[in-house]
Structure formats: structure tokens, C-alpha cells
């Protein structure tokens, strides 16, 4: 009876699927059957058309990135030059004379050419120079020639580009001695005038 149900299902099969699709197998007996004008497919045909029609799988890649670039190295600190400090403010020097002579020797004018340049550079200043004598001679006379001697400077400035309005002149005489002395005495370091520049003015902060 086994033999008749299987030739009966196979019919049944064959006549209710198209002849491209007329194939039967069956493992367990062995049997594998293709009826119609399709050819008798293997079942490894099964998996590879499967494979076959699977859509290939993509791969992404990821480059790795570069890595960047280092950076270049700072700079280094901009070099501080300290500045000198400013020259020390001088403002007496002192201007020394032959005997009973107010004229102005060579050295002389070299150091009132100094008084200058510092009154210069120093801004406005007003200036005061103070003639003096040995004890040679009366009072009287020393007194006129102490004058002399302070004026002798003055113009010396003046002719420099000093304003003249910015120098008082005063004589004394013996009376202010560098070096004290008797009476009659020559003493140079007596024979001299003073320039007293002052104090530069301060420099108001705005």
C-alpha cells in the first residue's frame, strides 16, 4: 500500500505545480523526482542561489586620521633692556680767577660750559652766581670786584644761550672765604664765583 501512496502523491504534485517547479525530494527514501521541462536541481543549488542572491555585504573602512601636526614652540619672552639710570643731578660748580682779575680763563669757560649744558638739559631753572675775593684790599674795592667776577659769568652763559633773565649776580666780597684767612692773604681757592643752578622743577604727574 506504501508503493501506491507515493506514486498517487507524486501525481497529485506534479499536476498542481507548474513544470518548472515539478521537483520532489525526499531523503528519507532516497528519491528525488523532477517532472516537466525544468532540469532536476541538485539541493546545494538551493544554497548557493540563496548566496547568490544575498546582497554582498559592504565593508567600511575608517582611515585612521592623520595625527596633527605639533604645534610650533612659543616664542621666547621679548629681551628688557633696563635703562641707565639718569646722570646725578649737579648744580654748583665753581669758576676760579687769577689775582684781582675777572676775566675768564680757558678753564673757566670749559666749566661754565658745563653749568650749561646741565642748566639745558635739566629744563627752566633759575640761576644765581656768587662772586668772592681773597682779603687783598679793602672791602670796598673786593665788593666791586666780586661783582665783576659774577657778572664776567653771566655773560659767559648768556653768550652760550642761557636767557638772562634766568640769572641773578651778587657779590660778597671777602666776606664768604672757601678757605679762612687772615688779612692780606692771596688765597685761589678765594679768587672764585659760584653757580648755583637750583632745583629743576618736578615734573607734575597728569
Known amino acids: 500500500m506504501r508503493k501506491t501512496i507515493v506514486p498517487l502523491l507524486l501525481l497529485s504534485a506534479v499536476?498542481?505545480?507548474?513544470?518548472?517547479?515539478?521537483?520532489?525530494?525526499?531523503?528519507?527514501?532516497?528519491?528525488?523526482?523532477?517532472?516537466?521541462?525544468?532540469?532536476?536541481?541538485?539541493p546545494s543549488d538551493y544554497r548557493i542561489?540563496?548566496?547568490?542572491?544575498?546582497?554582498?555585504?559592504?565593508?567600511?573602512?575608517?582611515?585612521?586620521?592623520?595625527?596633527?601636526?605639533?604645534?610650533?614652540?612659543?616664542?621666547?619672552?621679548?629681551?628688557?633692556?633696563?635703562?641707565?639710570?639718569?646722570?646725578?643731578?649737579?648744580?654748583?660748580?665753581?669758576?676760579f680767577f687769577d689775582f684781582d682779575k675777572s676775566n675768564l680763563t680757558p678753564e673757566a669757560r670749559e666749566v661754565v660750559a658745563k653749568a650749561v649744558d646741565t642748566a639745558k638739559s635739566h629744563g627752566p631753572v633759575?640761576?644765581?652766581?656768587?662772586?668772592?675775593?681773597?682779603?687783598?684790599?679793602?672791602?670796598?674795592?673786593?665788593?666791586?670786584?666780586?661783582?665783576?667776577?659774577?657778572?664776567?659769568?653771566?655773560?659767559?652763559?648768556?653768550?652760550?644761550?642761557m636767557n638772562s633773565y634766568d640769572i641773578s649776580t651778587i657779590g660778597r666780597s671777602f666776606d664768604e672765604p672757601l678757605v679762612a684767612t687772615g688779612p692780606g692773604v692771596r688765597e685761589p681757592q678765594n679768587r672764585r664765583a659760584m653757580i648755583d643752578l637750583g632745583q629743576p622743577p618736578v615734573a607734575s604727574a597728569e
Do not use: C, W
Request: zero cysteines.
Open 15 to 42: 499536476i498542481a505545480t507548474p513544470a518548472s517547479a515539478n521537483y520532489f525530494s525526499n531523503p528519507q527514501i532516497g528519491m528525488n523526482l523532477n517532472i516537466g521541462s525544468a532540469p532536476n536541481p541538485r
Open 49 to 95: 542561489m540563496r548566496l547568490s542572491q544575498a546582497e554582498p555585504v559592504r565593508e567600511t573602512v575608517v582611515q585612521p586620521q592623520p595625527a596633527p601636526a605639533p604645534l610650533p614652540p612659543a616664542p621666547p619672552p621679548p629681551m628688557v633692556q633696563a635703562e641707565a639710570p639718569p646722570a646725578p643731578y649737579v648744580h654748583n660748580y665753581v669758576v
Open 126 to 161: 633759575h640761576i644765581t652766581i656768587t662772586g668772592h675775593t681773597d682779603t687783598v684790599g679793602s672791602h670796598r674795592y673786593n665788593q666791586a670786584l666780586s661783582e665783576r667776577r659774577a657778572n664776567a659769568v653771566k655773560n659767559e652763559m648768556v653768550r652760550l644761550g
